[in-house]
């Protein structure tokens, strides 16, 4: 790790108002960032939510990064950064923090890896040891791409693209600029088709690819599976958290975020600024409009064209009363048919 | 790709009468296939859902594939190939447009494996970059072994049966012929088993293996544990989705077809020609028969020995709707015994 | 395989009773383990569960191992092991029985293995076929990391600790003693964070990593995120099954224990000898007390301060009942309220 920042530094860096505090607080050494709640007097901290002010006054931080609202409450503590939106703030910081500490890509193709007849990789791109890129693939400036990774055959890596290690790009698939893929997603595995006959399943090839747009995040061993026929489309600035499964011919439009465990089957399209929390199920040929939001272990069985939030899930309760109420719930629509006799008895 | 086939070429390679259109339309140029909804005068289309019989008169694709049924309809459009079940059609169609698509991998082992002693690769296999291949293991003929690939020590991989790139075969593991094992899949983890012991867990170490039929697909990051002391069992034509769980000793039945992020826990037995929609679970030590089909997000939470459809999930809903319901739902038993006690006064 | 083993033999090493059979019992050759009703007359079993008991007298097994209460009628039938805990037996049985079996990995650093500067690597520590030991990690003596290993720089693999083939452990990350690691885990994936900002997602770039104590295992395709400010930790004995997802800054009390497809939110904090069956969802920022214990497929909203078992789940129906039942089920609240109306008519 590199030696502490000084508070001044940082402003200088990223803006925002340094106020209150010790006449020398922009020397004040920083050396890492930390919650409100454990930040002790080397620690940048920051408070966003309006429902954690009662820590602010009690936190040890050197620092307190806040909204305007609360300046004379942080000043009153000690040195603290007045800016409009603390928690974009405090993500901007993480990213500086990020780019001193962490260790730059080496540029160039690792001696270990194997690169196919007719791929194009930049001169500027990093290529990590067992590294597989096939024929006709292109691995566009600055992009990176870790150990055990896979960039199949004619594929295409977007400028500045970080694979982590051991990604799965299949073949003919294409991921824009800026993105970041983890640890075990594939992309690009077959969709799930099959035609019966007499009893068995005789397969689909499935001959489409994925194309993903720019500023596209992919957690770990997240799976999307390229198109029967047509791609598979993952707009700009999706953001998908681990263990997540996009089936084939799915669209998910621009700035949706799905967090972990959520399952999308085949040919649903959703739409921009939509979220799913974790485990959520999206079913198959359906739409969702933008700016829905599904909660989590929702399951979704049928097109939601309004905005707005969407649940389902049975609510947690210890296990006797859970046990009474679902029994019961397996007789719900005989019990509605004996509440309407009896409203007929009494009208 | 390569370049377009002639309608007749895909006549004479699949079958299906050819008819309607102009007199020259075996000699019509087909590029790529596609939905009818979105095909163009390059395009080979099929027509195997009813209600999507509308969509017939509109399309613009060079021809469609339809069943004796619609010959007259899709005649009036314009060429047509007639065949008693498009669906099943379209799909050989897929493989014979993929395998004229599609590099061949070469035979042989590539450089950079590593082959252990005792290992035997038919000539015929293809072992790809960075591949692993245990002591004793066996690959059989038309074998192909992704980039990245693992099969342990004595494990054996059938004729002509693929492992896409970073599949794992466990030690001893078995897969039968024809088989297709996508990206990081995990064949052969430890099962899930511990005795407990004053507090903490002391492991069951896992004895058995995994066996794998014939003509068996098995989705990217899918694992499959092997047996405690028996082995877990897939049989042949079993169709597996991505980022499926199967636990230990499960035994699934021939030809049954599972979505993706199922979850089987140990020692279920699942029958022949079932089904399961995404996220269903089936919790361990009991039995589903034949022909029983689960609905996505289903709990099987006890044995099912009677072929049907079977469900269970809450309904999605606005949120506010669902939180009242899901409050009330909380009440349901005692709301039942209210309801029994105005009955008794309105016999 | 090596030869079978004396009944004699096992005693000598786990302890326990011999008593009934043969005279000659002790010199009995046993050729696997298995359970109690597919046993045969090589096989050593075990009775554990007092509800199979009635299996007993029927087994052909040669050897049984039972708790004393049983010790009558065990040694009715023949040759018997009695020990207070045959269960727990039984798995140190495993242990042994596996550590006879299985091929002891060869100390070592494998020579395709990619090993970067500042490394140390214990001399009893092997370290398979294309492995990556990034700068400055550490390999503890007798550990193991497999073919395809990742170990990031300054991570640390703990004494003994075994990774299967292909797993990732990130940058920083350490895991104690005696742990494994299954394929496909990925320990130290970015968490899922990101500040909204005019419509799109600004990353908050993740700072912490993943602390996991000794004896812990983790499943095949199971993910561990990496804390955001501070560390994601697994405290002591934990064991998870797969495709598990935790996510950033959660903590997990020491010998707990989840199945399958279980997701865990940002920032929960599980207790110590929990359990969560599988594809359990607990919410982020939640507390579990020690003691509690999740019921399959339940998704807990809030925390949980008492210990006991909790469910939630909608129960599992034939299609039509569940589709019944479940349209009701969404008019719950108003049957609520007509019940009410009713109560009123009929004080």
């Keep these: 790790m590199p030696g502490p920042v000084r508070l001044g530094d940082v402003v200088a860096a990223l803006g925002g108002e340094l106020c209150g505090g010790p006449a020398d607080a922009a020397e004040r050494p920083i050396t890492r960032l930390a919650p409100i709640e454990s930040a002790d007097d080397a620690s940048l901290s920051f408070l966003s939510n309006p429902r954690l002010v009662a820590q602010l006054a009690g936190s040890a931080a050197a620092c307190v990064i806040v909204a305007p609202a609360l300046r004379d409450q942080a000043v009153a503590r000690g040195a603290s950064i007045v800016t409009p939106d603390p928690y974009l703030y405090f993500a901007r910081l993480t990213q500086w923090w990020a780019a001193r500490a962490r260790a730059v890509p080496v540029a160039g193709v690792h001696p270990s890896a194997v690169v196919e007849p007719g791929a194009r990789i930049a001169a500027s791109a990093s290529v990590g040891p067992f ?11 600055g992009a990176v791409i870790g150990p055990h990774g896979h960039v199949g055959a004619g594929a295409t890596v977007g400028e500045a693209t970080r694979l982590a290690a051991r990604v799965t790009l299949g073949e003919a698939c294409v991921i824009g600029a800026r993105g970041i893929l983890h640890p075990g997603a594939v992309i690009g595995a077959d ?41 598979t489309v993952i707009e700009d600035g999706v953001k998908l958290d681990n263990l997540i499964q996009v089936g084939h011919n799915v669209r998910i439009g621009a700035h949706s975020a799905m967090a972990g465990c959520v399952g999308i089957a085949g040919s649903a399209r959703i739409g921009r ?26 399951v979704v069985t049928r097109s939601i064209l309004k905005p707005g939030q969407y649940s389902g ?14 029994a019961t719930l397996r007789q719900l629509h005989s019990l509605r048919d004996r509440l309407r006799a009896l409203e007929k008895k009494l009208p």
Tied chains: 1, 2, 3.
């Excluded at 005789?202 to 026929?229: F, M, P, S, Y």
């Excluded at 899930?313 to 679902?326: Q, S």
Aim: contains cysteine.
């Design 131 to 141: 590294s597989f890129i096939g024929a006709g693939a292109t691995v566009a400036a």
């Design 191 to 231: 969709g799930f088709g099959f035609a019966p006959s007499q009893g068995t399943w005789v397969k689909i090839e499935q001959l489409g690819a994925v194309r993903i747009g720019d500023d596209v995040e992919i957690g770990a061993n997240t799976c999307i599976d390229r198109g029967a026929l047509g791609d």
């Design 313 to 326: 899930f049975f609510p947690v309760d210890d296990n006797a009363t859970w046990e009474k109420n679902a």
């Design 273 to 298: 600024h939509c979220t799913a929390g974790g485990a959520a199920m999206i079913l198959g040929h359906l739409e969702l409009a933008d700016h829905v939001h599904i909660s989590a272990a929702t």
